[in-house]
């Protein structure tokens, strides 16, 4: 079993107030995930799943029958969860997850974003992006390596507020010129893997890209969810000409966009369910 999870804020005054096995929506979405993919206790899982659990992966129906069905395969297909992150935000948590021996989820190797929302002390409703996990990026860094630390508690929606502007001003506006309004100077860490650090990688990605003729678009911000310094965004719009879901997570540090980890997934246009992407 494979399952590392840094502590978060909300963990931490859990353990200093005597109350770890609080049953925070962070907890919830955790032992869940714990149970699908590490101990395989279909028991457990579905006394964490709502009976109506509401499920927006394109390849899987909703309800939480298919979950608690598939976890026999998953066991036996020898997969491991590694949990890189973990946020939450009111009845939203946000997860950062690596899988290997994903074979039945897609590919060996997969990064992705898991989103749940709690009600009730159970999780109600999932989404999520995949990726297959691919070699360092031109600076070095991994999909998942980083900062994992969770602080500045107190500045959540400032922070909150910084990256919403950000998305809307530069990636949905194109306003260019307000660049480096979000940033502290070229100090920026990038973990996307086809773009190097600071907004020199930034801008060579770019280029790179419309030289290619590939565009990327983003039309529409569906959801902003924030503990502290770190900020996660979900987003659609059309990556070279298809429906994208972008699916972003930022860090912020002193008013400024600090590093960045992103998965990108294409919409298809026929799903398992008839939930929508979002």
């Given at each position: 079993m494979k399952l590392s999870i840094p502590l978060?804020?909300?963990?931490?005054?859990?353990i200093l107030t005597g109350s770890a096995n609080a049953e925070t929506p962070a907890n919830i979405?955790?032992?869940?995930?714990?149970?699908?993919?590490?101990?395989f206790d279909a028991e457990t899982a579905q006394n964490l799943l709502a009976k109506d659990y509401i499920q927006h992966n394109p390849a899987v129906p909703t309800g939480r029958a298919p979950i608690i069905g598939?976890?026999?395969?998953?066991?036996?297909?020898?997969?491991?969860?590694?949990?890189?992150?973990?946020?939450?935000?009111?009845?939203?948590?946000?997860?950062?997850?690596?899988?290997?021996?994903?074979?039945?989820?897609?590919?060996?190797?997969?990064?992705?974003?898991d989103v749940f929302r709690i009600e009730n002390g159970k999780v109600a409703e999932h989404w999520d992006?995949?990726?297959?996990?691919?070699?360092?990026?031109?600076?070095?860094?991994?999909?998942?390596?980083?900062?994992?630390?969770?602080?500045?508690?107190?500045?959540?929606?400032?922070?909150?507020?910084?990256?919403?502007?950000?998305?809307?001003?530069?990636?949905i506006k194109g306003?260019?010129?307000?660049?480096?309004?979000f940033f502290e100077g070229n100090a920026y860490l990038q973990h996307n893997s086809q773009i190097g650090d600071g907004l020199d990688g930034?801008?060579?990605?770019?280029t790179a890209m419309?030289?290619?003729?590939?565009t990327m678009e983003y039309d529409r911000i569906h959801q902003v969810i924030g503990e502290g310094n770190f900020v996660f965004t979900?987003?659609?719009?059309?990556?070279?000409?298809?429906?994208?879901?972008?699916?972003?997570?930022?860090r912020v540090e002193n008013g400024k966009v600090a590093e960045h980890w992103d998965v990108i997934s294409e919409i298809p246009a026929e799903m398992a369910h008839q939930n929508g992407k979002f």
């Open positions: 978060t804020a909300a963990a931490v005054a859990a979405a955790r032992d869940m995930m714990q149970a699908v993919f590490s101990t598939f976890i026999p395969a998953l066991k036996e297909s020898g997969i491991t969860l590694t949990t890189h992150r973990i946020l939450s935000d009111g009845h939203f948590v946000v997860m950062h997850n690596s899988y290997d021996n994903a074979q039945l989820l897609g590919a060996d190797k997969l990064v992705g974003f992006n995949l990726t297959a996990k691919t070699p360092a990026n031109p600076s070095g860094h991994s999909q998942t390596d980083g900062e994992t630390r969770i602080s500045d508690l107190d500045r959540t929606e400032e922070n909150k507020a910084l990256v919403r502007d950000f998305v809307e001003t530069i990636l306003d260019m010129a307000r660049l480096a309004d930034l801008r060579a990605a770019l419309a030289q290619q003729g590939i979900m987003s659609e719009g059309l990556f070279a000409d298809k429906p994208t879901a972008f699916f972003d997570l930022f």
